[in-house]
């Protein structure tokens, strides 16, 4: 399998359109997307871990102070809980499918074999150092812009179902009781920049709500929600 980052021309196409910025340093862009096994194989090309130390630095400033000010009433341990699901490597992972880094990051033979475009670890921190690349192009404003974009709905998303308001999981455990199981069909209208996203959440063939949201996951969420209430009779929350 070959490197599909080796033309850091053609990644920054790719990434442009999820970043909605192009990296205009070509260089920064191709240094965030090399892990140390390519590096280790090709002298004189260098790896992410230096623009992955900055990125994680940077993230967490960016959505701190998007808590800080999303969430006014937030007290000082609920903000570090939002921060640290959002920040944590699954998340990041997560963000890396979207930006289809698995297809973009260059790795050595020796990771590529052992399934590297799939581990999180690896994923995870190429996020960052894209992070921090940006940065370095463009500011803080910039980074900001795209934690609002692709972290702030995972943050509003954690404030709205903690625990007990996880409705899919609720839904999944009374569906799967009664021998059924629960899926999700997802669509997206709007500009990047104000998606909006429609769940209908079916089992055994029927169609049983329709969610929306600002996020794939929150309009599961809501359809998950819309067929409890359903069930129950009244809203679940009461």
Same mark, same amino acid.
């Given at each position: 399998?070959?490197? !599909?980052?080796?033309?850091?021309?053609?990644?920054?196409?790719?990434?442009? !359109? *999820?970043?909605? /910025?192009?990296?205009? +340093? +070509?260089?920064?862009?191709?240094?965030?997307?090399?892990?140390? @096994? /390519? $590096? &280790?194989?090709?002298?004189?090309?260098?790896?992410?871990?230096?623009?992955?130390? #900055?990125?994680?630095?940077?993230?967490?400033?960016?959505?701190?102070?998007?808590? /800080?000010?999303?969430?006014?009433?937030?007290?000082?341990?609920?903000?570090?809980? #939002?921060? $640290?699901?959002?920040?944590?490597?699954?998340?990041? =992972?997560?963000?890396? %499918?979207?930006?289809?880094?698995?297809?973009?990051?260059?790795?050595?033979?020796?990771?590529?074999?052992?399934?590297?475009?799939?581990?999180? &670890?690896?994923? @995870?921190?190429?996020?960052?150092?894209?992070? =921090?690349?940006?940065?370095?192009?463009?500011?803080?404003?910039?980074?900001?812009?795209?934690?609002?974009?692709?972290?702030?709905?995972?943050?509003?998303?954690? *404030?709205?179902?903690?625990?007990?308001?996880?409705?899919?999981?609720?839904?999944?455990?009374?569906?799967? $009781?009664?021998?059924?199981?629960?899926?999700?069909?997802?669509?997206?209208?709007?500009?990047?920049? !104000?998606?909006?996203?429609? *769940?209908?959440? %079916? @089992? @055994?063939?029927? +169609? #049983?709500?329709?969610?929306?949201?600002? &996020?794939?996951?929150?309009?599961?969420?809501?359809?998950?929600?819309?067929?409890?209430?359903?069930? *129950?009779?009244?809203?679940? +929350?009461?």
């Amino acid at each position: 399998m070959s490197n !599909a980052a080796s033309e850091p021309t053609g990644a920054a196409g790719r990434l442009e !359109a *999820a970043l909605a /910025y192009r990296i205009s +340093d +070509d260089t920064l862009l191709t240094t965030a997307l090399t892990h140390g @096994s /390519y $590096a &280790s194989e090709h002298p004189g090309a260098a790896d992410y871990q230096r623009l992955e130390f #900055l990125g994680d630095a940077v993230l967490e400033v960016a959505v701190t102070r998007y808590v /800080y000010e999303e969430f006014p009433e937030a007290t000082e341990g609920e903000m570090t809980l #939002l921060r $640290a699901g959002v920040v944590s490597e699954p998340a990041l =992972a997560s963000v890396a %499918r979207e930006w289809g880094i698995p297809q973009l990051v260059r790795l050595g033979r020796g990771e590529e074999l052992t399934g590297g475009r799939d581990k999180e &670890s690896i994923l @995870s921190d190429v996020v960052e150092s894209l992070l =921090a690349a940006v940065y370095l192009d463009a500011g803080i404003e910039q980074v900001e812009r795209i934690v609002r974009e692709y972290w702030a709905p995972m943050i509003t998303e954690r *404030a709205e179902t903690p625990g007990g308001r996880d409705y899919k999981t609720r839904l999944q455990e009374i569906l799967v $009781a009664d021998g059924r199981d629960v899926e999700y069909a997802v669509t997206e209208t709007g500009p990047q920049h !104000a998606r909006r996203f429609t *769940a209908i959440a %079916r @089992s @055994s063939g029927d +169609d #049983l709500a329709t969610g929306t949201g600002t &996020s794939k996951k929150r309009a599961e969420q809501d359809a998950a929600r819309r067929v409890l209430d359903g069930f *129950a009779g009244r809203s679940v +929350d009461q």
